[in-house]
């Protein structure tokens, strides 16, 4: 059940629209006026304690790790008892977008497949597990360059 927070301000990011719907949280379209630069807000609703460590540790754990196709996370934060992740905005959806259910050929599939796995790799060399790769866990911000979201 998605909070409607479209509107508001958290942690001084405006939340402008609702892009994202997940079985524990809700990811928003937001302005941060102080750097005035357009970012991703996941807020998570669903907040029994097993679900809190999680979105914790998600928060830690991609803010970790640097490379060129994992997104980046600017901040954690929990701002009257909401926490969130303020995050990169990606234009351009995700691959699962792209896909629209058509297959990709085969060269498609080698661009993409090489740089997430060299991802995969770099995130596994720092004891990071994504327990969740799938097409709608990866942001295409250019067609050659998928970037790993969602750990």
Same mark, same amino acid.
Do not use: C
């Given at each position: %059940?998605? /909070?409607?927070?479209? &509107?508001?301000?958290? &942690? ?10 997940? &079985? %524990?949280?809700?990811? *928003?379209?937001? *302005? ?19 679900? /809190? ?32 992740? =303020? ?9 699962? +977008?792209?896909?629209?259910? %058509? ?15 060299? =991802?995969? #790799?770099? =995130? #596994?060399? #720092?004891?990071?597990? #994504?327990? +969740? ?6 942001? %295409?911000?250019? +067609? +050659?360059?998928? /970037? /790993?979201?969602?750990?």
């Amino acid at each position: %059940m998605a /909070l409607d927070l479209v &509107g508001k301000t958290l &942690g001084g990011y405006r939340l402008d629209r609702l892009i994202g719907e997940g &079985g %524990m949280a809700s990811v *928003y379209k937001g *302005y941060q006026e102080s750097l005035k630069r357009w970012v991703a807000v996941k807020v998570l609703y669903y907040q029994e304690a097993t679900s /809190l460590a999680r979105f914790q540790l998600e928060a830690k754990a991609i803010a970790s790790l640097r490379h060129r196709n994992i997104l980046i996370i600017y901040e954690y934060g929990d701002e009257e008892g909401m926490p969130y992740i =303020a995050m990169e905005y990606i234009e351009g959806g995700t691959l699962e +977008d792209r896909l629209n259910g %058509m297959p990709l050929g085969w060269r498609q599939v080698v661009n993409l497949s090489i740089p997430i796995a060299e =991802a995969l #790799h770099y =995130a #596994h060399n #720092h004891k990071i597990i #994504h327990r +969740d790769v799938k097409p709608s866990n990866i942001l %295409m911000p250019q +067609d +050659d360059w998928p /970037l /790993l979201a969602d750990f």
